[in-house]
């Protein structure tokens, strides 16, 4: 058995999308992690150990609602992290 958090995958679903949006948004390694961890953050957890837990989220990620909670969440965290990089400003 394993424990996963499936809106983990949901966000890296998105991230690129929304990243997109933003061409003066860093898109290196460290910023996508931060965007990311910060987003699930604001996200509530959504933990499945079987099939039949995936395919119900899958199911439940597809509502509207939810994803524009993903995009909101990533939106925000874009904010933040584009405010405050954690690597030195490129030259």
Not at 38 to 50: D, G, K, Q, W
């Amino acid at each position: 058995m394993h424990l996963k958090n499936y809106m983990e995958d949901l966000v890296w679903e998105k991230l690129d999308e929304v990243m997109a949006t933003q061409p003066d948004m860093c898109n290196c390694e460290q910023c996508r992690y931060d965007v990311a961890s910060l987003a699930l953050n604001y996200l509530p957890s959504r933990y499945v150990v079987t099939a039949t837990g995936e395919t119900y989220t899958r199911v439940k990620s597809l509502e509207m609602q939810f994803v524009i909670d993903i995009i909101s969440a990533i939106s925000r965290a874009m904010i933040i992290v584009q405010a405050k990089p954690r690597h030195p400003a490129e030259k």
